[in-house]
């Protein structure tokens, strides 16, 4: 078996969320943005919302660039974002047929092309027309077929207008059929017999049974200031009960009528009905099948909601495949931190952590009783310094003055002493050096002087004693 997605579920998995329906006349523009609900639990009849409708007036002298620019316009200020659409044409070139087809009818489309003109009862050729069909029911004598007919001229300014204005048509339908979609997803039709939708200058009767709707009537509205009293004639001549019957269209927004209840989709006006209905197609295709959009353009589109569908699903799977590599680093990071924690809960049990607390205690008490951290570190510092100058001093060379300052947490040297000969306080200078007691250790005075009698007794000999001083910065 073969597992088949329609193009609506298509659609939504694509993340589009939000379509426009666009009923337009030549005239004016009724805009509706339907968006489906993403919360399960939003109130919404049938998970659908209006997010934004409107309408667009033209006037005969504008060209189609220019309704495109009022389509711009009227997107912006409405906070418009979505690019989809699906539209209707209603045009004099629009012409829909009921007909029976032969039961032996296999190519439907040459069986039209052959009888088109006994069909549609025009004289144009076949190469300016284009035409689509809705196969409605089988009878005992053939196949029950509603087909359009629109000019071709029609299809390609329609999109002209709509593509010049940033809009991506999803279908193009023909007349007002699309406006029976709201009650076929929303309505309770167990009491429905009939809709009647007045529109700008025609009035379609639509019959309703088991959730079927078939045209009874479509003519021009003859007496406008009179509707009212034209659909009940049209009713009784039908033999449909205004009971049983709801209004929607463009001429019922301000008046109540007696031959029905009007219908106000998501509580809008009813002139947005058939906007509405063409919004619903767009989520729900295979309520219509009718489309006039030209095979290229609809491969166009088709490649770009799967371009989307691509893109979502590679984002997905990413996602995915980053949760599943995580959750091994997580489970890891949550047994070590576990392990740990146990490891701590011993320890803080265990009688040798007592005794290592009370060993942390006692050293803590000693290093206070040794001054570590107070002034004694300083003696400390400066016994440490003389052992080291001891220990570099030649055996021939007295110290007679030793200076420290401290300055900006630095110590200066000031060495002051005696010695037989240059090459002894050569010798100490070079050693304060090697042995890292002091930085930068400088002969700053050398000399010779009286020789004190400290010195004569180191050495016998009768010379004067050569005094010096160095100086230099004491190493920590």
């Known amino acids: ?181 709201p009650f076929q997803v929303f309505t309770n039709v167990n009491s429905l017999k009939s809709i009647v939708y007045a529109g700008e200058n025609t009035i379609s009767v639509f019959s309703c049974h088991e959730e079927t709707y078939r045209v009874l009537y479509s003519q021009p509205i003859h007496n406008a200031g009179n509707l009212r009293e034209e659909i009940s004639t049209i009713l009784q001549e039908l033999g449909l009960e205004p009971e049983q019957t709801i209004l929607v269209g463009e001429l019922l927004k301000v008046q109540q009528n007696d031959n029905g209840k009007i219908f106000q989709p998501f509580s809008i006006s009813s002139e947005y009905s058939l906007a509405v209905g063409l919004a619903i197609k767009g989520f729900l295709p295979e309520l219509s099948p009718v489309n006039f959009l030209s095979s290229i353009k609809q491969e166009q589109t088709t490649t770009s909601v799967y371009k989307t569908l691509t893109h979502r699903v590679v984002f997905a799977c990413s996602l995915i495949l980053f949760v599943l590599l995580s959750i091994p680093m997580i489970a890891t990071i949550a047994i070590e931190q576990k392990i740990e924690d146990g490891e701590e809960q011993r320890a803080l049990t265990s009688p040798l952590y007592a005794e290592v607390a009370g060993l942390q205690r006692q050293v803590r008490v000693l290093e206070k009783q040794l001054g570590i951290g107070t002034k004694n570190n300083v003696r400390t510092e400066y016994a440490k310094l003389l052992h080291n100058i001891a220990s570099a001093l030649p055996d021939e060379i007295v110290l007679n003055k030793l200076t420290v300052e401290s300055k900006n947490n630095e110590n200066t040297l000031l060495i002051e002493g005696s010695s037989l000969s240059h090459q002894q306080i050569a010798l100490f200078l070079k050693q304060l050096q090697s042995a890292r007691i002091c930085n930068d250790a400088q002969l700053v005075r050398s000399g010779y002087g009286i020789q004190e009698e400290r010195f004569m007794s180191v050495s016998n000999d009768s010379k004067s004693a050569l005094t010096f001083s160095i100086r230099g910065k004491s190493r920590n």
Do not use: C
Not at 59 to 65: A, I, L, N, P
Not at 152 to 179: C, H, R
């Open 1 to 181: 078996m073969v597992w088949k997605l329609d193009p609506g579920r298509i659609q939504r998995l694509a993340g589009i969320t939000r379509i426009l329906g666009i009923d337009i006349t030549a005239t004016r523009a009724r805009v509706v943005e339907l968006a489906k609900a993403s919360n399960f639990f939003t109130k919404n009849v049938g998970g659908y919302k209006i997010h934004a409708f409107g309408t667009i007036e033209f006037t005969e002298e504008q060209s189609v660039k220019d309704k495109a620019s009022l389509f711009s316009t009227f997107l912006k200020q409405h906070n418009i974002k979505t690019k989809y659409a699906v539209t209707t044409l209603q045009s004099t070139g629009v012409k829909t047929v009921r007909t029976i087809l032969p039961s032996e009818t296999e190519d439907i489309d040459g069986w039209i092309r052959d009888n088109y003109e006994q069909l549609l009862k025009l004289p144009l050729p076949l190469q300016q027309v284009s035409f689509d069909y809705h196969l409605l029911e089988e009878t005992n004598v053939g196949v029950d077929v509603n087909i359009s007919f629109v000019r071709n001229s029609d299809v390609q300014e329609l999109d002209t207008i709509l593509s010049s204005a940033g809009i991506q048509l999803l279908s193009i339908s023909a007349g007002v059929e699309d406006v029976v979609h």
